[in-house]
């Protein structure tokens, strides 16, 4: 296949793709590494995200290969493939910015140690 192909939009935007789908193995079997991989991933976040994509991958698979009209089209994988990718430059870019600040959240938790705390509110008692 010719990766050019994808920077075609009359390709892309095909109603009716073709019953010959090539790649209907490799991404089955990519997106149910995913789903099982993302049980056993570290942070909550990242692995609802990767069940979310690789649910609706599994569904756009199946819509491809089945040929439905709209639904199956090559446009709506690119998509998926295009937001993991935002989502994952967006995730790394956030966990960087956190351990960024964690020096000074440090910081402010020694720092305030030292400071009196706050008195809580005293309830009223009722009178009878």
């Known amino acids: 296949m010719n ?11 095909d109603v009716h793709p073709g019953s010959t789908f090539m ?3 490799p991404l089955l079997i990519l997106f149910i590494v995913l789903f099982v991989s993302s049980f056993k991933v570290g ?4 692995a609802s995200r990767m069940r979310e994509f690789s649910v609706v991958g599994l569904l756009l698979t199946f819509l491809r290969d089945q040929n439905i009209p709209y639904l199956g089209m090559r446009i709506w994988l690119v998509l998926l493939f295009l937001a993991a990718v935002a989502y ?9 910015k956190k351990a960024n ?4 959240v440090e910081e402010q938790k020694q720092a305030d140690k030292y400071l009196p705390k706050k008195k809580g509110k005293k309830k009223k008692s009722k009178r009878k």
């Open 88 to 96: 994952g430059i967006w995730y790394w870019k956030d966990l960087n």
């Open 101 to 104: 600040m964690k020096p000074a």
């Open 43 to 46: 942070p909550k976040g990242i």
């Open 3 to 13: 990766p050019l192909k994808l920077l075609d939009l009359s390709y892309l935007f």
């Open 23 to 25: 790649y209907f193995w």
